[in-house]
């Protein structure tokens, strides 16, 4: 039998040690297209409308910094955003997969959806939200919050690779950790009819 399969097998060159070896292996990270962190992010602004559509982000991390008296949209969806900083904007965000982070805010309006929604030593933000688990703000006060109620062409699609379910909607069961003795940091805003 060995006979027969090195017949049938038999080849007349003879390979070197080079060609026999396995060629070296090529890695997902040896792939990746080169990304510049100053596309994921809106920074110092002042007075700016600024805007990402859709497939420009593309499901990458996204921050936002330092801005004030601007209007900031992303239709698209991110991992995870931060937004550090800011005084009367409004900003709009596309699904997160993860968590929107906001910190030392003053005077925003922000609507997004969200997988994790947090507040630390905000002051007067106005969020209309779509969130799957219980937002939480801390160190915040003026608060007041909506349910998101916005559509666009490539919202549901984004909704899905952010994964997040439509069914579950926690945007009013607000966690305070650091509630005050009379009173609440935070309230709901009324229906919008």
């Given at each position: 039998?060995?006979?027969?399969?090195?017949?049938?097998?038999?080849?007349?060159?003879?390979?070197?040690?080079?060609?026999?070896?396995?060629?070296?292996?090529?890695?997902?990270?040896?792939?990746?297209?080169?990304?510049?962190?100053?596309?994921?992010?809106?920074?110092?602004?002042?007075?700016?409308?600024?805007?990402?559509?859709?497939?420009?982000?593309?499901?990458?991390?996204?921050?936002?910094?330092?801005?004030?008296?601007?209007?900031?949209?992303?239709?698209?969806?991110?991992?995870?955003?931060?937004?550090?900083?800011?005084?009367?904007?409004?900003?709009?965000?596309?699904?997160?997969?993860?968590?929107?982070?906001?910190?030392?805010?003053?005077?925003?309006?922000?609507?997004?959806?969200?997988?994790?929604?947090?507040t630390r030593d905000c002051k007067r933000v106005d969020t209309f939200l779509h969130c799957n688990t219980q937002p939480i703000i801390e160190s915040s006060t003026g608060m007041k919050f909506?349910?998101?109620?916005?559509?666009?062409?490539?919202?549901?699609?984004?909704?899905?690779?952010?994964?997040?379910?439509?069914?579950?909607?926690?945007?009013?069961?607000?966690?305070?950790?650091?509630?005050?003795?009379?009173?609440?940091?935070?309230?709901?805003?009324?229906?919008?009819?």
């Open positions: 039998m060995g006979n027969l399969i090195a017949y049938c097998f038999k080849t007349d060159t003879i390979l070197s040690k080079e060609e026999v070896q396995d060629p070296k292996p090529v890695f997902s990270w040896d792939k990746r297209e080169e990304i510049d962190p100053a596309d994921y992010c809106f920074d110092d602004l002042v007075g700016e409308t600024k805007g990402k559509f859709p497939g420009e982000i593309n499901g990458q991390q996204f921050s936002i910094e330092n801005c004030k008296d601007c209007v900031l949209f992303v239709f698209d969806h991110v991992a995870s955003l931060t937004i550090d900083e800011c005084t009367n904007c409004v900003i709009f965000i596309g699904p997160s997969k993860g968590s929107v982070f906001i910190r030392e805010c003053t005077d925003v309006k922000l609507a997004v959806c969200c997988q994790q929604f947090r909506a349910c998101l109620q916005i559509n666009y062409l490539q919202l549901a699609s984004q909704i899905r690779a952010a994964g997040i379910s439509l069914y579950n909607n926690e945007w009013n069961n607000i966690y305070d950790f650091t509630p005050v003795d009379h009173g609440l940091n935070f309230s709901l805003l009324p229906p919008v009819r």
